[in-house]
């Protein structure tokens, strides 16, 4: 079974710029969270989609958003990129929602804000 | 206010021996917590998830323990070796459906 996979997985943009992150989940899974991971911070949760709603959203401003389609494959989209955006974005995917189930990590998008 | 806390920051240990790994929370209303793992570059692998009810769980040479009265988890790796080092990380999530997590220990195994 291929597990979760993530597109694209580098990513150079500059500040103002808008980008969109792909996530792909293990097949049968309906929940994909997402997180950012900065040295920083660590890992913070960003949301959850679970049959295409949003089920659950983290404590970041509205830049941040996502979608999931039909057939689960999830999106996540930044808008007006500020430095501080640069991080690991990190997808996860879990049969049910996550608050119930293990989740399985894919390998991330490192994007970078110049 | 909800935190996690893990200790030690860092940790350097020989092949073969054993270490802990401790997770302090003030998280509150408590539903589960979970361990995972992380290589360098890589998303986070699941070790265990340990609800109120269980004290002691076990993932191969993994065992992680909770005692929900005061609020602290362990993670004891036994017999380590040179794939352990990586970066390990405690996640407490509440009855709400927050997650918190700590910032992480890392471990580097040497031979």
């Known amino acids: 079974k291929a597990g979760v996979t993530q597109t694209p997985r580098y990513l150079i943009k500059t500040r103002g710029q808008q980008v969109t992150l792909s996530c792909s989940p293990i097949s049968g899974h309906r929940s994909v969270s997402w997180y950012q991971q900065t040295p920083g911070q660590g890992l913070q949760f960003l949301f959850e989609?679970?049959?295409?709603?949003?089920?659950n959203k983290g404590n970041f401003p509205g830049r941040f958003s996502g979608r999931q389609f039909s057939n689960s494959r999830s999106e996540m989209n930044v808008s007006t990129l500020e430095l501080g955006d640069s991080a690991l974005y990190l997808c996860?995917?879990?049969?049910?929602?996550?608050?119930?189930?293990?989740?399985?990590f894919g390998p991330g998008t490192r994007l970078t804000v110049l | 206010k909800n935190q996690v806390e893990q200790s030690p920051q860092s940790l350097i240990i020989l092949e073969g021996k054993n270490c802990t790994l401790q997770?302090?929370?003030?998280?509150?209303?408590?539903?589960?917590l979970r361990w995972y793992k992380q290589d360098t570059g890589r998303g986070p692998v699941s070790l265990t998830i340990?609800?109120?009810?269980?004290n002691t769980k076990s993932n191969g040479r993994y065992t992680a323990t909770l005692d929900a009265d005061t609020k602290q988890s362990s993670l004891h790796i036994t017999a380590s070796q040179l794939s352990d080092s990586a970066s390990y990380i405690c996640v407490v999530r509440t009855t709400g459906n927050q997650f918190y997590f700590g910032t992480g220990t890392s471990l580097t195994v040497i031979p």
């Open positions: 340990m609800t109120f009810s269980e």
């Open positions: 989609y679970f049959s295409e709603t949003q089920r």
């Open positions: 996860a995917s879990s049969l049910v929602l996550a608050a119930y189930n293990e989740q399985f």
């Open positions: 997770c302090n929370y003030t998280v509150s209303p408590f539903s589960n």
